[in-house]
Every structure is written in structure tokens, then in C-alpha cells.
């Protein structure tokens, strides 16, 4: 799956939701996926919070496979920033 597609399995998933933070995905040399509020691009931009993961763990997270929370904990992903951002993110995922 490339980064497009993933970004619009997200953008449906934040289209409808009520998500007025923005969160910037790092997934080292694969790129970035940011949301802000309901849209989703993989264009590099500032974010309230930055959430640093591979990309294999990332496609786990969305795929539903892999608990936000059970990754942070076991530090599969790094948190930067606003942390309630994350939590907020963390029901849309």
C-alpha cells in the first residue's frame, strides 16, 4: 500500500469525525502523513503533535492490528508535542 492510499483509508476515517488537532506521522525515509483536523495529506507540515513510527508499525495501527496505546507503551511510537492530540487520534484509529 503506498502512502496515498493509506492517507485516503484516513482521510474517510477523519471526514465525518469531530478531529480539530493536527498530527503529523514520521515514518523515517517512507515520508509523512499529516492530519489536521479533517484533512489528510502526505505533504510536510508543521503539527501540534508528531508521532514518530515505522512504517510496517504504522500500517498495523491503521489496520487495526496494533493498539496506540500497547505501541506507545512498548515504544514502537514516539510522541512530540501535544500529547492530547495523540489521545484524541488515538479513537479515530
Known sequence: MTLQEIAAQLQTRVADADFDKSVKF???SEGVIVLDG?????EDAPADCTITISRSNFEDLVAGDLSPT????SGKLKVDGDMSAAMALSQLL
Do not use: I, P, Q, R
Open 26 to 28: 514520521v515514518l523515517g
Open 70 to 73: 500497547a505501541a506507545f507503551m
Open 38 to 42: 479533517g484533512k489528510v495529506t502526505t
